[in-house]
């Protein structure tokens, strides 16, 4: 593809036709497995996304912080899950109360001291939110082991507070070899603390889990439904864990080359992109092969980030691109990079289309 | 200090009175060295921060891209420098002109190509721009060798643009050890080039370098002017780098602990806090201790960091802190973290001042 003339760099670029038929697909894959798709909406941040994703049968969405959840709602979305543990004090709670006039809200919970504070600003609304507990299946972030979880829900319901069910991020999945072992020990984990709790005679309606690499390994494990995010545009990391394909891309960042150096015996040779960190994100894991890719050049490699400059290297057998020239880029990290701009420009066939506004961008709490 | 009530976390909240000292250091330590100092103001973005900048003796500004010149030129700044290799088509020139009607404006170059294509671009206003050619001191980004620059500007000065200087980012001194080997080669690629062309008739007024690390180590070199950044507030780098002390951090990120985990010999003991990597930015060097420092908590390490979540552990003869606590958090890289949010929380002596809009926050082209 030809990066077209109007946009000036840099830029993103998203291929709708690529986007619908990754958001089609997972709406498939998800559907065959009997789970509700709740799809994270913090990836893209764009309610034309959000209704995207409804559209192909999405039970509802999840976000990640009240300013999310608020844009949203104000959008049109009726059901919505904050999956993070929220400490809610009298401010959190008016929020969470005027947007429960608007959507079934449901949010997360990890301790009793989190519960008591919430059911306690809530005051006469505590009856009007659900919460979920949120479990550890091994990511080792926030979230209680399966065995801790009846306690807490004890609490949250001496505190007055709805539990209807369960969740998981299983982000341990996010490296070379490891989206199997965290579905299963996902599943494991769900599975138990599910059990404890309805023995314990809390009717668990909502059991939720599945990362974008594992949302189609989860299943036949009592989940009721799976919140991947990335699946709508793919990204490096997705593309490096087999997780996507090169054609299942559909975010890039259009960028010209600013600099270029043929290098020596000590020097590298290499471009210099206007792409940096401050578009791309600098994320980087540990397994990664560089701080992104370029779609169409996989023999390249971004060796280091500065905020507007990305140095790509290149092998000694293959030309370097020349001055001016235009390339496309996919961040580490699509998430990242969606939150680093305010609009993004959408393409068809190669045409631009539309821009839409990154509307949840930067809305951090 | 205590986070004041009013503020919701994270939240990004700047001390002043520790930015004005931090602005009056080095400006002083600057002018003792006898050189010009132009603050790069990609590290805070905010027209309110460079005007203290310039009340405090700054010549004038410099930027990483053209709409961030467009900013800080709106709010009354008369010298621009863009410290970057410029690819300037039809757009950009106008752009350029337009600038160049309100403020003295240079901008980079590092080849023969960009300078044409910038000169084709500018057509009959190709004399209202000054250029300064970029020298590689050994950071190896964009920038040329010493020993290019001669041909660099006879291309240039042929194609009708003023070369009135050069210019360096000794990048490489962000790491231990490195300041003083980064300032020394600074000094002898300047050096270098600015004799190479004064010797070829080229009237070289502007030579031009210094990061925050190397700032105050520059001069006796020929060198006319510093572009330290970060300075103004100082970041976990810095700290950890020994290029400033905790009482020189003006800015930090209000957080609350969200969750709470003793750990087990298997599982880490830590708390979660909500500023993620959404608001301290993902930036972390293999020689950092962490994604950033906990000011107030210096035997913390910041282990781990998603989009909303920061995992900090504890060693187990320190109390953890209580859920709800909340905590000043250290950005690793102080410029990313300003450029995720659209405002901030300015404070003075321990109450809020004034909001602060980040004017130029996502100008990246």
Known sequence: MT???????PEIIIDRDVLQRNIDRMATAVQAKGLH??????????????????????TGLTVATLGEAEVFAEHGAKDIFIAYPLWVGPRQAERLQRLAAKARIAVGLDSREAAETMAASLGDAVGEIEV?????????????????????????ARAGLRVTGIFTFPGHSYAPGM???AADEERLALGEAADLLTAAGFPITHVSGGSTPTATLTGNSGATEVR?????????????????????????????????????DLIPRRVILDSGSKILGGDRPGWATGFGRLLDHPEARISALSEHHA????????????????????????????????????????????RWQVAARGRNK
């Open 311 to 354: 140095t790509v290297v290149w092998p000694a057998e293959a030309t370097l691109p020349a001055l001016g020239d235009r390339l496309r880029v996919v961040p580490n990290h699509v998430c990242i990079a969606m939150n680093l701009v305010d609009e993004v420009t959408v393409i068809s066939g190669g045409e631009i289309v539309a």
């Open 179 to 181: 989206p199997l072992k």
């Open 228 to 264: 991947p995010g990335v699946y709508v545009f793919g990204d490096a990391q997705q593309l490096e864990l087999d997780r996507c394909a090169a054609e299942d891309i559909a975010l890039t960042v259009a960028a010209t080359v600013v600099s270029r150096h043929e290098g020596t």
């Open 132 to 156: 979920l507990l949120e479990i550890d299946s091994g990511h080792h972030r926030s979230g209680i082991a399966p065995d801790a979880a009846v306690d807490v829900a004890h609490a949250a």
């Open 3 to 9: 990066i077209p003339a109007e946009i000036d760099t």
């Open 37 to 58: 798709l709740r799809p994270h909406v913090k990836t893209h941040k764009v309610p034309e996304i959000a209704e995207m994703q409804l559209a192909a049968g999405a």
